[in-house]
């Protein structure tokens, strides 16, 4: 198993910053790709950015141009920077590992953003 501690979320205004940090049990190389999700209330739970073992990274249109995703090896940690955010950026952050390696996907508890206008 895998598991998966988040940090770094909290009260912004729009147009701020903020970066989130998610530290895995397990070595980042044993993981074959972590992300960030996010789920709004009354809204699905939808990708925000994603980096592979390849280091190849994927992001939401939405997020494109204002937020980055990066690791830590030594660390085993992926960390999310948020720049210029909106209020819609509000909700609760979920970090993600695939980690076929160590049986399925994992996620973390949640930590909530709040941006306010």
């Known amino acids: 198993q895998v598991q998966l501690v988040e940090s770094g979320g909290g009260l912004v205004q729009a147009g701020g910053s903020l970066r989130l940090s998610c530290a895995a049990s397990?070595?980042?190389?044993?993981?074959?790709?972590m992300g960030w999700y996010r789920q709004a209330p009354g809204k699905q739970r939808e990708l925000v950015a994603e980096i592979s073992s390849g280091s190849r990274t994927n992001f939401a249109d939405s997020v494109e141009g204002r937020f980055t995703i990066s690791t830590d090896n030594a660390k085993n940690t992926v960390h999310l920077q948020m720049n210029s955010l909106k209020p819609e950026d509000t909700a609760v952050y979920y970090c993600?590992?695939?980690?076929?390696?160590?049986?399925?996907?994992?996620w973390g508890q949640g930590t909530q953003v709040t941006v306010s206008s």
């Open positions: 993600q590992a695939k980690a076929t390696r160590w049986g399925g996907v994992y």
């Open positions: 397990r070595s980042i190389f044993s993981i074959n790709a």
